[in-house]
């Protein structure tokens, strides 16, 4: 299990509200474009489905993903079904207006022999799990930059201002 945490100038809830939007993902993620809900569903549940959309350089792809963990303001997860991967965010209040955040991910099961080939070829990076972790913490600073930076434009002040 790999997992990176933060401390963010928000309330969990609003934090949770941004994470929890698989449609938003690429606001923040250095490989995540992007995800479309399915089934009709508008937003996370437990068992709701969605494709994830994903960019490394020129290569793109989808995923094919399931909510698991859906506790505002406090917990959310979904698993990947083509790299078996399970991933999640843990946000935890430390005062009034400001949290902590973990995102975390942790293999469920062995991937299926395409993600098995493509990570083998370093076509998506030589370190695919260094990558992992270090776009684990270029997402918790930009999920962090975001609400702040939305703090700041809405006339509300951040802790620190």
Sequence with gaps: MDEVCI????????????????TRAGEWSPEATGARWRGGATGPAPGVRFVGFNRHGPIRWRTHCVVETCERPAAFSFRVAESGMRWGWRIEPTGSATCRVTQWRDRYRTPNVLVRALTGSGILGRDRERLMVEGMHATLAAVRSHVGHTARSDGTATAGD
């Design 7 to 22: 401390d963010v100038d928000a309330p969990a809830g609003t934090v949770w509200d941004l994470v929890s939007d698989v």
